[in-house]
T-cell receptor
Framework: DTAVSQTPKYLVTQMGNDKSIKCEQN?????MYWYKQDSKKFLKIMFS???????INETVPNRFSPKSPDKAHLNLHINSLELGDSAVYFC????????????FGPGTRLTVT | GENVEQHPSTLSVQEGDSAVIKCTYS??????FPWYKQELGKGPQLIID?????GEKKDQRIAVTLNKTAKHFSLHITETQPEDSAVYFC????????????FGAGTILRVKS
């Protein structure tokens, strides 16, 4: 009965590879997000989708491409991975855009070697 | 854009004592202020939130206060227990479509038994 789930939990890969992280929410929410948490625990938004439409696209390298096949899923694809991409990536969802409560997934720890 | 500062960065208290974490924000348009608790290896969990039309909100041992004039808000945890040990994040949202939730840098709370 997990509300926001992500796969995989851990991802270890080499520089230059391409990888994807999947996210699914069963809360019936309209809006989904991707956040990056760096080694100092700082949380920063990367993307936001509302009803499959891209709403927020922060200053993120073009190597990162989100894809939302439907309202319940938001995947993150990363091309040509770099050492600096190592972080924990969190998916979140909320009932709507704007000042609404956000619910986070368990995170995916990405390590690039 | 919005900027959120959070203090202290670390806080150690004795079990049963109270803990207070303070945040200030810069954008006077912000109207939604959630608090998240993140345990080791898990995603941030929403524990309480407050909107700008309210000065205080309480939920059992946790409470949040908001001073819109001074642009600061605080989290109060009473009768702390070892399971309260975690990283706590404050955040602010300026409201409206397309805006984002901005997080503080986090406070590591340690409750000593």
């Amino acid at each position: 009965d997990t509300a926001v789930s992500q796969t995989p939990k851990y991802l270890v890969t080499q520089m230059g590879n391409d990888k994807s992280i999947k996210c699914e929410q069963n809360l019936g929410h309209d809006t989904m997000y991707w956040y990056k948490q760096d080694s100092k625990k700082f949380l920063k938004i990367m993307f936001s989708y509302n009803n499959k439409e891209l709403i927020i696209n922060e200053t993120v390298p073009n190597r990162f491409s989100p894809k939302s096949p439907d309202k319940a899923h938001l995947n993150l694809h990363i091309n040509s991975l770099e050492l600096g991409d190592s972080a924990v990536y969190f998916c979140a969802s909320s009932p709507g855009q704007g000042e609404r409560e956000q619910y986070f997934g368990p995170g995916t720890r990405l390590t690039v070697t | 854009g919005e900027n959120v500062e959070q203090h202290p960065s670390t806080l150690s208290v004795q079990e049963g004592d109270s803990a207070v974490i303070k945040c200030t924000y810069s954008d006077s348009a912000s109207n939604y202020f959630p608090w998240y608790k993140q345990e080791l290896g898990k995603g941030p969990q929403l524990i309480i939130d407050i909107r700008s039309n309210v000065g205080e909100k309480k939920d059992q041992r946790i409470a949040v206060t908001l001073n819109k004039t001074a642009k600061h808000f605080s989290l109060h945890i009473t009768e702390t227990q070892p399971e309260d040990s975690a990283v706590y994040f404050c955040a602010a949202h300026p409201g409206g479509y397309g805006n984002k939730l901005v997080f503080g840098a986090g406070t590591i709370l340690r409750v000593k038994s």
